[in-house]
């Protein structure tokens, strides 16, 4: 099995979201960076365990910079055999996925996983971009995968709740809580992931569609009112009168 | 601007469709397109919120997103829309980016308002698991817009609408649907407009109760936090936050959850926060309208019994 897994990376969860340059962009200063939780804890481990079951090789792809050869060491130290960093900004999702989708078109992959989401733009974009790109089916929100020679059974989350499909390979999935359980790296991994291959293609000539113009915090809220918690009869009478949502 | 809606109706129109037919009517406009087996008397209420014209593909399969984008492209072409509009639902998610790849559009994911067309085409979206927003601007000729479920409040116009059935070649379906398994009756998290959500200070699964009560008496939704979900409490359909849903109801009514940074995340868009903890010091209470310090296990039979009472009193 040929398996590709995008990699993104997310601030951490806990750092502080702030922009300059006039609100257009976002403030890297003291930013810790993580692989993007869905594409490491989802996407990444149930590729290594369809590998670890069935052969074949997991390779980690990145639209980005330098700056992001951290994000895919993790990667690779939690078990990507090698990783491909397409050299260029990540200008918006369609850049993204018209770079992976060039370099993944004549390598056939079986599966190419991508996260639910990054944490950072939300944008659930890049799965189905690549899928319609390649002409492959797109199974969104994955929570599981199974394979049985060419043919794959997944859950997946759908409006009301969950469907049981099959499909064949070739196809693309964004992956879902549910699909495995975050591994830890251990040493082996972190030092053999100094080795392993992350090869640097240059990115093919592409504009983006889209632009983030600038960014705003939302509004603080006035603060918190407190109410005695004998009395629940002002609660509902402040929420029913005041607020005005029951 | 001429514009085109997908809804996805199963045998009545939802919420958040007509959300989407009301956002794209504000734009231009508004043709639907949407498929399966729903009456027209039922499509018909799409008129009321603004479109004009209805064109229903009858049996197709939903999951098999490559004819659902087939066939929006189809309607596309047909109707001359530059605007792609549906909602940022589980379906939104499968189908919008395949539809925006296939028209080489620009796609904004998650928006929260109309579009600003003052300078260019910009939309602002929820960014950073709802910790900020964003403006995008779009610079292709057409656009796909997914809207977040509860961001627009849909409006009549009073107008009404005629139906088409529409053919088009659909091409293969490659998705197979073995099964389908509901998740019972009630609203889907992303929609629902009252959220009942309760964390790790309720101590154990046997006590979701009072937390169940609750919901039922409002008509709401339960959800949970992350450690609740993993280890298995509660379903992880309800865990909500930075790494599980994202909502935005009226009201979410958190009990025994602490506020973390990565809880508040997919929860701070909610209209009105009550806080319920028995730590004053909870952080959640920062991100609360209203705060109760108090024992759960005591407050929301308490509350359970006054929007009882104040249920009888509206009738
Ligand atoms: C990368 C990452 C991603 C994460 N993503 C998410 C996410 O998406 N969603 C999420 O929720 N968390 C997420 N977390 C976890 C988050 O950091 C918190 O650990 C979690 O939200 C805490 O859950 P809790 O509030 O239920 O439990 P606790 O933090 O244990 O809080 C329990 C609360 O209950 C109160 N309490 C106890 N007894 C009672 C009582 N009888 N009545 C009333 N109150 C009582 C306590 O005072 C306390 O405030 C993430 C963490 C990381 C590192």
Same mark, same amino acid.
């Given at each position: 099995?040929?398996?590709?897994?995008?990699?993104?990376?997310?601030?951490?969860?806990?750092?502080?979201?702030?922009?300059?340059?006039?609100?257009?962009?976002?403030?890297?200063?003291?930013?810790?960076?993580?692989?993007?939780?869905?594409?490491?804890?989802?996407?990444?481990?149930?590729?290594?365990?369809?590998v670890e079951a069935n052969g074949g090789t997991v390779t980690t792809i990145t639209v980005g910079t330098a700056a992001d050869d951290p994000t895919?060491?993790?990667?690779?130290?939690?078990?990507?055999?090698?990783?491909?960093?397409?050299?260029?900004?990540?200008?918006?999702?369609?850049?993204?996925?018209?770079?992976?989708?060039?370099?993944?078109?004549?390598?056939?992959?079986?599966?190419?996983?991508?996260?639910?989401?990054?944490?950072?733009?939300?944008?659930?974009?890049?799965?189905?971009?690549?899928?319609?790109?390649?002409?492959?089916?797109?199974?969104?929100?994955?929570?599981?995968?199974?394979?049985?020679?060419?043919?794959?059974?997944?859950?997946?989350?759908?409006?009301?709740?969950?469907?049981?499909?099959?499909?064949?390979?070739?196809?693309?999935?964004?992956?879902?809580?549910?699909?495995?359980?975050?591994?830890?790296?251990?040493?082996?991994?972190?030092?053999?992931?100094?080795?392993?291959?992350?090869?640097?293609?240059?990115?093919?000539?592409?504009?983006?569609?889209?632009?983030?113009?600038?960014?705003?915090?939302?509004?603080?809220?006035?603060?918190?009112?407190?109410?005695?918690?004998?009395?629940?009869?002002?609660?509902?009478?402040?929420?029913?009168?005041?607020?005005?949502?029951? | 601007?001429?514009?085109?809606?997908?809804?996805?109706?199963?045998?009545?129109?939802?919420?958040?469709?007509?959300?989407?037919?009301?956002? #794209?009517?504000?734009?231009?406009?508004?043709?639907?397109?949407?498929?399966?087996d729903i009456s027209s008397d039922e499509l018909a209420i799409v008129g009321e919120y603004g479109g004009e014209k209805v064109l229903i593909h009858?049996?197709?399969?939903?999951?098999?997103?490559?004819?659902?984008?087939?066939?929006?492209?189809?309607?596309?072409?047909?109707?001359?829309?530059?605007?792609?509009?549906?909602?940022?639902?589980?379906?939104?998610?499968?189908?919008?980016?395949?539809?925006?790849?296939?028209?080489?559009?620009?796609?904004?994911?998650?928006?929260?308002?109309?579009?600003?067309?003052?300078?260019?085409?910009?939309?602002?979206?929820?960014?950073?698991?709802?910790?900020?927003?964003?403006?995008?601007?779009?610079?292709?000729?057409?656009?796909?817009?997914?809207?977040?479920?509860?961001?627009?409040?849909?409006?009549?116009?009073?107008?009404?609408?005629?139906?088409?059935?529409?053919?088009?070649?659909?091409?293969?379906?490659?998705?197979?649907?073995?099964?389908?398994?509901?998740?019972?009756?009630?609203?889907?998290?992303?929609?629902?407009?009252?959220?009942?959500?309760?964390?790790?200070?309720?101590? #154990?699964?046997?006590?979701?109760?009072?937390?169940?009560?609750?919901?039922?008496?409002?008509?709401?939704?339960?959800?949970?936090?992350?450690?609740?979900?993993?280890?298995?409490?509660?379903?992880?359909?309800?865990?909500?936050?930075?790494?599980?849903?994202?909502?935005?109801?009226?009201?979410?009514?958190?009990?025994?959850?602490?506020?973390?940074?990565?809880?508040?995340?997919?929860?701070?868009?909610?209209?009105?926060?009550?806080?319920?903890?028995?730590?004053?010091?909870?952080?959640?209470?920062?991100?609360?309208?209203?705060?109760?310090?108090?024992?759960?296990?005591?407050?929301?039979?308490?509350?359970?019994?006054?929007?009882?009472?104040?249920?009888?009193?509206?009738?």
């Open positions: 099995m040929k398996i590709l897994v995008c990699i993104s990376k997310s601030p951490d969860t806990t750092a502080k979201i702030a922009f300059t340059d006039g609100n257009s962009k976002f403030d890297e200063n003291g930013v810790q960076y993580i692989v993007n939780p869905y594409d490491e804890w989802y996407a990444l481990v149930r590729a290594l365990e369809l895919i060491r993790k990667a690779l130290a939690i078990g990507a055999n090698d990783a491909v960093r397409i050299d260029g900004q990540a200008l918006d999702a369609s850049y993204v996925a018209k770079q992976i989708s060039e370099y993944a078109k004549d390598k056939n992959f079986d599966i190419i996983f991508t996260g639910k989401e990054t944490i950072n733009y939300n944008g659930a974009q890049v799965g189905g971009m690549i899928a319609e790109n390649l002409n492959q089916p797109f199974i969104s929100l994955a929570t599981k995968l199974d394979i049985n020679g060419e043919t794959a059974t997944l859950e997946r989350d759908v409006q009301g709740g969950v469907e049981v499909v099959e499909v064949n390979t070739p196809f693309v999935i964004s992956a879902a809580k549910g699909m495995a359980e975050q591994r830890i790296p251990n040493m082996r991994g972190i030092m053999a992931a100094r080795t392993k291959p992350l090869n640097v293609v240059p990115a093919v000539d592409l504009e983006n569609l889209t632009t983030v113009v600038s960014y705003s915090l939302p509004e603080a809220k006035e603060g918190c009112k407190y109410i005695d918690p004998e009395n629940m009869d002002e609660l509902v009478d402040l929420l029913h009168n005041q607020s005005k949502v029951i | 601007m001429s514009v085109l809606v997908f809804i996805e109706a199963k045998n009545k129109v939802s919420k958040a469709a007509l959300e989407a037919v009301s956002y #794209g009517s504000k734009i231009g406009s508004t043709t639907v397109i949407t498929f399966g009858r049996g197709i399969n939903k999951s098999n997103d490559q004819q659902l984008t087939n066939l929006i492209h189809a309607a596309v072409e047909s109707s001359g829309a530059t605007i792609v509009v549906l909602s940022q639902d589980q379906t939104g998610k499968s189908i919008g980016p395949r539809v925006a790849a296939k028209l080489n559009a620009g796609h904004v994911s998650g928006a929260i308002d109309l579009p600003d067309t003052s300078n260019g085409f910009q939309v602002n979206t929820n960014v950073f698991s709802g910790k900020a927003m964003a403006t995008v601007a779009v610079h292709s000729d057409k656009k796909v817009i997914s809207i977040l479920p509860n961001s627009i409040s849909p409006e009549k116009t009073g107008g009404s609408t005629t139906i088409e059935e529409f053919d088009a070649d659909l091409g293969e379906g490659k998705i197979v649907v073995k099964e389908m398994k509901t998740q019972g009756e009630g609203i889907p998290l992303p929609e629902a407009e009252l959220v009942v959500s309760a964390g790790r200070g309720l101590k #154990g699964p046997e006590n979701w109760g009072i937390v169940e009560d609750l919901a039922k008496t409002l008509g709401a939704t339960t959800a949970c936090s992350r450690p609740v979900a993993d280890i298995g409490w509660r379903p992880h359909h309800e865990h909500v936050g930075q790494t599980g849903i994202a909502i935005r109801p009226n009201l979410y009514i958190a009990a025994g959850i602490s506020g973390a940074i990565q809880h508040l995340a997919g929860v701070n868009g909610s209209k009105v926060i009550v806080v319920i903890n028995t730590d004053a010091e909870a952080p959640f209470f920062k991100a609360a309208d209203y705060g109760v310090v108090g024992d759960a296990f005591e407050v929301l039979p308490r509350l359970n019994e006054a929007f009882k009472k104040f249920h009888n009193s509206q009738n």
